[in-house]
């Protein structure tokens, strides 16, 4: 290497040898097939963590489907039926002038309330199911495994 200094210094010259020296080559050699080794089993723990932590998804999301259907249940067998009796009262009550108009209104904007909530539940169900459905496929040709809920109807 050539290097040019100011005037009140001179010129300078350096020489640079450099010689690798091949003792112990069969530890570096072995460190790196370590290192190699060592990001192989990091990939694999990172890839069961990820597998891990999905199936905890999967089953919560599960538990969630499961849960929103048994309360879909509940509100069609009791909420949305104990609703509409009300409002029939009401109605009887406001017929038989014991009641306002707008107790009637209230009662019928009520069931009104609860139908929504119902349907509200029968769609967040049906959002989960989907999502549940396309996440387990079919053993046999690909497809997909349907696991949809029963449709009970009063």
Same mark, same amino acid.
């Given at each position: 290497?050539?290097?040019?200094? =100011?005037?009140?210094?001179?010129?300078?010259?350096?020489?640079?040898?450099?010689?690798?020296?091949?003792?112990?080559?069969?530890?570096?050699?072995?460190?790196?097939?370590?290192?190699?080794?060592?990001?192989?089993?990091?990939?694999?723990?990172?890839?069961?963590?990820?597998?891990?932590?999905?199936?905890?998804?999967?089953?919560?999301?599960?538990?969630?489907?499961?849960?929103?259907?048994?309360?879909?249940?509940?509100?069609?067998?009791?909420?949305?039926?104990?609703?509409?009796?009300?409002?029939?009262?009401?109605?009887?009550?406001?017929? =038989?002038?014991?009641?306002?108009?707008?107790?009637?209104?209230?009662?019928?904007?009520?069931?009104?309330?609860?139908?929504?909530?119902?349907?509200?539940?029968?769609?967040?169900?049906?959002?989960?199911?989907?999502?549940?459905?396309?996440?387990?496929?079919?053993?046999?040709?690909?497809?997909?495994?349907?696991?949809?809920?029963?449709?009970?109807?009063?």
């Amino acid at each position: 290497m050539y290097s040019q200094r =100011g005037p009140a210094y001179s010129n300078m010259i350096s020489l640079n040898v450099s010689v690798p020296l091949q003792w112990d080559q069969k530890n570096r050699q072995d460190r790196e097939v370590a290192a190699k080794l060592a990001m192989r089993d990091q990939a694999r723990a990172e890839r069961e963590d990820m597998l891990r932590a999905h199936a905890a998804d999967v089953r919560a999301m599960i538990a969630e489907w499961e849960n929103d259907r048994e309360r879909s249940v509940r509100y069609r067998r009791e909420l949305l039926p104990l609703a509409t009796e009300r409002t029939q009262a009401i109605l009887g009550a406001y017929r =038989g002038a014991k009641a306002s108009i707008s107790d009637v209104l209230m009662a019928r904007r009520n069931e009104i309330d609860v139908r929504i909530q119902a349907l509200q539940l029968e769609t967040d169900t049906a959002r989960l199911w989907a999502q549940l459905n396309y996440l387990v496929p079919d053993d046999a040709s690909g497809a997909l495994v349907s696991v949809a809920p029963r449709k009970e109807r009063p």
